[in-house]
């Protein structure tokens, strides 16, 4: 029953979002009289907005919460698709709340706009401060808006994002002592405060306490550090009681390195090796000032690691024979895959491609694994580019995989890569349902 549960929970979240969405609507109509003139309306597409908006507001604190069951069966990817989705949502919903509200208030009363904008902004509690915490929803949706989040520093855009939390702190109160499906209702009050009491619960154990209380069950530190190619070092974590961590093959953690200059920042890394009781690997590519300053990381120096997260682990394999296809350090996750994946002795097959051969990782254990799984790995060496991933199209592929249709495919590696792999192996005739993968830019 519970692998049930867990095998549906997808769909069975979306199940529960439905009821939830239903049962607000439901609660708006039967609080409502007819609406008996256009202001009146206004005021009450108003009410059901703002009551969607806060729904939004909750699903959205459950996201950021990265809970393990849906990070495992959804994955961390197309989670963070569906958080910002959700959180353009919230923008969209709380602006058209706000005008609804206004302009219903406003033809009601018989007032000017702008009159009415005073009369909402002094004679409600809290209306102020929605309002000011409506302006960073939209202040940190513009700024995570594609075309100006790609100009922005990762760190600027993540603390702009923490205003979020603000923003929900400044627009709660308005809702439950000026809503008027909460004022007179102590039910469907309660009930709110509890949903938002128990999102913020999560976010908090989730996000704070267990990091925290893994530090000290954990105690990871940094063991070893190896130099694996030009800008790549293979970092070793040990700690105490590393099986309960529960961590699988394909996944990666958030680490907070605890030196003077990085502990602030968490970033995440996979697994570059099958988990195991004595220690843990991720494998490091020096792309900006972390990723630098980790080349250098001292031995013994703590670590704090949120998660295992993921979805790229044996769990989604559903066929005999798997091909794995790497690009760069994309080969992090799908190195510790080869390693322990089951498979049909014969029927895996890793493709890993690299710009140049100084730049392949792993090579030596990547071979002694072929060898003792009877797997297969090929090394398509050569500058990226359009045009410059023959091996990767569909002649190629049913010739370096011939049965690749019959197989499951993990993929991680540079978005252009991805996709012209992606699009090959549909064409070579696997279904997406067994294309599965993971995003390093998110
Ligand atoms: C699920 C996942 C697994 C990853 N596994 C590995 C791995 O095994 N090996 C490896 O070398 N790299 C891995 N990465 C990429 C690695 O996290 C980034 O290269 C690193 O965070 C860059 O930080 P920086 O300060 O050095 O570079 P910056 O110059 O600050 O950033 C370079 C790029 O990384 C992104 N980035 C920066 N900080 C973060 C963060 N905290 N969270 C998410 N993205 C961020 C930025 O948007 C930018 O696109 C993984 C990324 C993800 C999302």
């Given at each position: 029953?519970?692998?049930?549960?867990?095998?549906?929970?997808?769909?069975?979240?979306?199940?529960?979002?439905?009821?939830?969405?239903?049962?607000?609507?439901?609660?708006?109509?039967?609080?409502?009289?007819?609406?008996?003139?256009?202001?009146?309306?206004?005021?009450?597409?108003?009410?059901?907005?703002?009551?969607?908006?806060?729904?939004?507001?909750?699903?959205?604190?459950?996201?950021?919460?990265?809970?393990?069951?849906?990070?495992?069966?959804?994955?961390?990817?197309?989670?963070?698709?569906?958080?910002?989705?959700?959180?353009?949502?919230?923008?969209?919903?709380?602006?058209?709340?706000?005008?609804?509200?206004?302009?219903?208030?406003?033809?009601?009363?018989?007032?000017?706009?702008?009159?009415?904008?005073?009369?909402?902004?002094?004679?409600?509690?809290?209306?102020?401060?929605?309002?000011?915490?409506?302006?960073?929803?939209?202040?940190?949706?513009?700024?995570?808006?594609?075309?100006?989040?790609?100009?922005?520093?990762?760190?600027?855009?993540?603390?702009?994002?923490?205003?979020?939390?603000?923003?929900?702190?400044?627009?709660?109160?308005?809702?439950?002592?000026?809503?008027?499906?909460?004022?007179?209702?102590?039910?469907?009050?309660?009930?709110?405060?509890?949903?938002?009491?128990?999102?913020?619960?999560?976010?908090?154990?989730?996000?704070?306490?267990?990091?925290?209380?893994?530090?000290?069950?954990?105690?990871?530190?940094?063991?070893?550090?190896?130099?694996?190619?030009?800008?790549?070092?293979?970092?070793?974590?040990?700690?105490?009681?590393?099986?309960?961590?529960?961590a699988e093959a394909g996944q990666?953690?958030?680490?907070?390195?605890?030196?003077?200059?990085?502990?602030?920042?968490?970033?995440?890394?996979?697994?570059?090796?099958?988990?195991?009781?004595?220690?843990?690997?991720?494998?490091?590519?020096?792309?900006?000032?972390?990723?630098?300053?980790?080349?250098?990381?001292?031995?013994?120096?703590?670590?704090?690691?949120?998660?295992?997260?993921?979805?790229?682990?044996?769990?989604?394999?559903?066929?005999?024979?798997?091909?794995?296809?790497?690009?760069?350090?994309?080969?992090?996750?799908?190195?510790?895959?080869?390693?322990?994946?089951?498979?049909?002795?014969?029927?895996?097959?890793?493709?890993?491609?690299?710009?140049?051969?100084?730049?392949?990782?792993?090579?030596?254990?990547?071979?002694?694994?072929?060898?003792?799984?009877?797997?297969?790995?090929?090394?398509?060496?050569?500058?990226?580019?359009?045009?410059?991933?023959?091996?990767?199209?569909?002649?190629?592929?049913?010739?370096?995989?011939?049965?690749?249709?019959?197989?499951?495919?993990?993929?991680?590696?540079?978005?252009?890569?991805?996709t012209t792999a992606m699009e090959?192996?549909?064409?070579?005739?696997?279904?997406?349902?067994?294309?599965?993968?993971?995003?390093?830019?998110?």
């Amino acid at each position: 029953m519970r692998a049930l549960i867990v095998r549906h929970s997808p769909w069975l979240v979306w199940a529960g979002v439905a009821v939830g969405a239903g049962g607000l609507t439901l609660l708006w109509w039967t609080s409502t009289l007819p609406p008996t003139s256009f202001g009146a309306q206004l005021t009450e597409a108003g009410r059901l907005t703002g009551l969607f908006a806060g729904y939004l507001v909750v699903i959205l604190l459950v996201l950021m919460a990265r809970l393990p069951l849906l990070e495992r069966q959804v994955g961390t990817d197309r989670l963070a698709r569906i958080h910002s989705m959700v959180g353009r949502y919230v923008v969209c919903v709380t602006v058209a709340h706000m005008v609804l509200i206004w302009l219903g208030y406003a033809l009601t009363a018989h007032a000017s706009l702008g009159a009415e904008v005073t009369d909402l902004l002094t004679g409600y509690p809290y209306v102020l401060w929605a309002v000011i915490g409506a302006g960073l929803f939209v202040l940190v949706g513009t700024v995570s808006a594609t075309a100006i989040r790609s100009r922005v520093r990762y760190e600027t855009w993540y603390l702009l994002h923490l205003l979020t939390y603000a923003g929900i702190a400044l627009a709660f109160w308005h809702q439950i002592l000026t809503g008027a499906q909460f004022v007179p209702n102590a039910v469907a009050r309660w009930g709110w405060i509890g949903a938002y009491a128990a999102a913020t619960a999560l976010l908090v154990w989730y996000r704070l306490l267990v990091p925290i209380r893994n530090l000290w069950r954990h105690r990871l530190e940094v063991a070893a550090v190896r130099t694996e190619a030009p800008g790549v070092v293979s970092v070793y974590l040990t700690g105490a009681r590393l099986d309960e961590l529960g961590a699988e093959a394909g996944q990666f953690l958030r680490l907070r390195f605890l030196t003077r200059n990085a502990w602030w920042q968490s970033h995440p890394y996979s697994l570059s090796a099958a988990p195991n009781p004595s220690w843990l690997r991720v494998t490091i590519k020096a792309l900006g000032d972390h990723t630098e300053q980790l080349q250098r990381i001292r031995v013994g120096t703590r670590v704090l690691a949120e998660g295992p997260y993921g979805a790229l682990t044996a769990r989604r394999r559903s066929r005999h024979g798997v091909v794995l296809i790497a690009g760069g350090v994309g080969v992090t996750p799908l190195r510790a895959l080869f390693e322990s994946l089951p498979a049909e002795e014969g029927r895996l097959t890793l493709i890993y491609r690299a710009s140049r051969h100084e730049d392949v990782v792993f090579r030596h254990e990547l071979d002694e694994i072929a060898a003792d799984r009877r797997a297969v790995v090929h090394y398509l060496v050569g500058p990226p580019g359009p045009g410059q991933e023959p091996a990767l199209h569909p002649n190629w592929l049913r010739r370096l995989v011939p049965d690749v249709a019959e197989r499951d495919a993990y993929l991680c590696g540079p978005g252009g890569m991805m996709t012209t792999a992606m699009e090959s192996l549909r064409e070579c005739g696997v279904p997406a349902r067994r294309i599965h993968h993971e995003d390093f830019n998110f």
